[in-house]
């Protein structure tokens, strides 16, 4: 119904950058929401950041003035600017939108496959 594919992980050193985006396809009727969450071993699944289609955005206070998230509705993308990276920012960052298809009229939550983003010396 809705595929995300996520870009953009990797190995980085502490206090640099990394972009991950995110594309949605499939038969998609409306997105409302596209963010990012984050998962480290050991620790639940958090929110990083969203945004909605109308542009309003949160982001996880540890990340704020750092991460910047931005989506173009067109395309059905998002992205993930990720700035001064420090090493707890390392977990595997899930793609995520919730969206309404042609062939499920209720609101749905997707998820990317996960792209892992190590912050290492």
């Known amino acids: 119904q809705v595929q995300l594919v996520e870009s953009g992980g990797g190995l980085v050193q502490p206090g640099g950058s990394l972009r991950l985006s995110c594309a949605a396809s499939?038969?998609?009727?409306?997105?409302?929401?596209m963010g990012w969450y984050r998962q480290a071993p050991g620790k639940q699944r958090e929110l990083v950041a969203d945004?909605?289609?109308?542009?309003?955005?949160n982001y996880a206070d540890s990340v704020k003035g750092r991460f910047i998230i931005s989506r173009d509705n067109a395309k059905n993308t998002v992205a993930l600017q990720m700035n001064s990276l420090k090493p707890e920012d390392t977990a595997v960052y899930y793609c995520?939108?919730?969206?309404?298809?042609?062939?499920?009229?209720?609101?749905?939550?997707?998820w990317g496959q996960g792209t892992q983003v190590t912050v290492s010396s």
């Open positions: 995520n939108t919730k969206a309404s298809t042609r062939w499920v009229s209720m609101v749905g939550n997707y």
């Open positions: 945004i909605t289609s109308g542009g309003v955005i």
């Open positions: 499939g038969s998609i009727l409306s997105i409302y929401v």
